[in-house]
């Protein structure tokens, strides 16, 4: 199975923030990676699709980059919304794994 | 609208068997893939297996093969998480999802939460 270490865990910051989550797979993943978002109670939603494209409705201050094995999140200034769990998923290979996650608190 | 809406939740003892649906609606359900995600009590999410409604073809998480069946009924756009036999660490809340080909999982459903208590 492929590994995917997330980090931070979690994370304090503040309204108007950048904030960056990063995610490692233990090999390469060609792009094959999401980003979702979960807020309590709730499924969770995508943000991003192929590592950068936006899905629909997302709003722009959050984008990906990255390749190979490496990818990052970026908020480019957080809203009150944004506070929630993020979560990484490759999705070249089954079993589709998921990073541990990174719970985005207000500080 | 596309959508998913699953099934009610479920209060069950070890031992008993359970089925759980995730009905599409709004789109060509035999087009997409169902996915079928975890999410046991404070944790994170844990991908557990895809079916293909078009031909029913099964992929599932090697943790958790042979504890789990996944299935589908295109006829009525519905596909199904099921267990023969419950353990108390099953307790969870089960996700279905919508996912198309070499993409990310776009819609989900409302999520099914899932209690074996003895």
């Known amino acids: 199975d492929i590994q995917m270490i997330q980090s931070p865990s979690s994370l304090s910051a503040s309204v108007g923030d950048r904030v960056t989550i990063t995610c490692r797979a233990s090999?390469?993943?060609?792009?094959?990676l999401a980003w979702y978002q979960q807020k309590p109670g709730k499924a969770p939603k995508v943000l991003l699709r192929?590592?950068?494209r936006l899905h629909s409705g997302v709003p722009s201050r959050f984008s990906g980059s990255g390749s190979g094995a490496d990818y990052t999140l970026t908020i480019s200034s957080l809203q009150p919304e944004d506070f929630a769990a993020y979560y990484c998923q490759q999705y070249y290979v089954t079993p589709y794994t998921f990073g541990q996650g990174t719970k985005l608190e207000i500080k | 609208e596309v959508q998913l809406v699953q099934s009610g939740a479920e209060v069950k003892k070890p031992g008993e068997s359970l089925r759980i649906s995730c009905k599409g609606s709004?789109?060509?359900?035999?087009?997409?893939?169902i996915t079928w995600v975890r999410q046991m009590p404070g944790k994170g999410l844990e991908w557990m297996g895809r079916i293909d409604p078009s031909d029913s073809y099964t992929d599932y998480s090697p943790s958790l093969q042979g504890r789990v069946t996944i299935s589908a009924d295109k006829s009525i756009s519905t596909a199904y998480l099921q267990w023969n036999s419950l353990k108390a660490s099953d307790t969870g809340i089960y996700y279905c999802?919508?996912?198309?080909?070499?993409?990310?999982?776009?819609?989900w459903g409302q999520g099914t939460t899932v209690s074996v208590s003895s």
């Open positions: 090999q390469l993943i060609s792009n094959s």
């Open positions: 709004g789109y060509n359900f035999p087009n997409y893939r």
């Open positions: 999802a919508r996912q198309p080909h070499r993409d990310a999982m776009d819609v």
């Open positions: 192929t590592a950068f």
